[in-house]
């Protein structure tokens, strides 16, 4: 399978844990996204990689959440502290060329449950 | 006020129909502009994008308007098969191409 593939497809916490997604991209492609999906919504952009460089974050990643890819290809996004707020499924997606109407390649999602 | 409102149903029709959705965004320097389309549970896909002189696949129909900022999808001879949630897309005009997402219009086709 040569999509983006994202790991765990599903996490469960308790409130106040750490916790660490992953996310590989289709290869080559040099844009990264990461969005954020809550229940009845549309998904919520998150941050912007272009290759290993972070270039944009959302006003919704506070301190509690870090993301890093630090050779390129695959990405992590971890949140400390999890707050039952933080439930939500977190979606990454990839994109291979800076046009604009260049397709947005998602993953399956991780589905993050804080109790 | 969102930058991207769509009513969100659900839409309830008879495997045949023609179906519209509709959908409002409120910046006008609004660049591209797509319909991704989303199963339960699953993750959002590209459905087509938008174009102004209007665009056809297949059943499916795009519209837009950017004096009225205004972008629609028609969806002829509905099939079971199209029964998920449709999501209304555009893009700024900034340098990381990010998509801002309506919420969404939940599309129901019975038999």
């Known amino acids: 399978d040569t999509g983006v593939s994202q790991d765990p497809r599903h996490k469960i916490t308790k409130r106040g844990q750490n916790v660490t997604f992953r996310c590989d991209p289709i290869?080559?492609?040099?844009?990264l996204y990461w969005y954020r999906q809550t229940l009845g919504q549309g998904p919520e952009f998150l941050t912007y990689f272009q290759n290993e460089a972070q270039l944009e974050k959302s006003r919704l990643l506070s301190d509690r959440f870090s993301a890093e890819r630090p050779k390129g290809s695959f990405s992590t996004l971890e949140i400390q502290r999890t707050e039952q707020g933080d439930s939500a499924m977190y979606l990454c997606?990839?994109?291979?060329?800076?046009?604009?109407?260049?397709?947005?390649?998602f993953g399956p999602g991780t589905r993050l449950t804080v109790l | 006020r969102k930058e991207v409102e769509q009513d969100p149903g659900p839409f309830n029709v008879p495997e045949g129909a023609t179906v519209a959705f509709n959908c409002t965004y409120s910046?006008?320097?609004?660049?591209?502009f797509f319909w991704y389309r989303q199963d339960c549970r699953k993750e959002p896909k590209l459905l087509m994008s938008?174009?102004?002189s209007g665009n056809e696949d297949g059943r499916f129909t795009a519209q837009l308007n950017r004096a009225s900022q205004y972008i629609s999808l028609l969806i002829r001879d509905s099939k079971l098969s199209d029964s998920a949630t449709y999501l209304c897309v555009v893009t700024r005009m900034d340098s990381s191409y990010k998509l801002i997402f309506g919420s969404g219009t939940r599309l129901l086709v019975r038999p």
């Open positions: 290869s080559e492609h040099n844009r």
């Open positions: 910046n006008s320097a609004s660049q591209s």
């Open positions: 938008v174009y102004s």
């Open positions: 997606a990839s994109s291979p060329s800076v046009q604009p109407s260049s397709e947005q390649f």
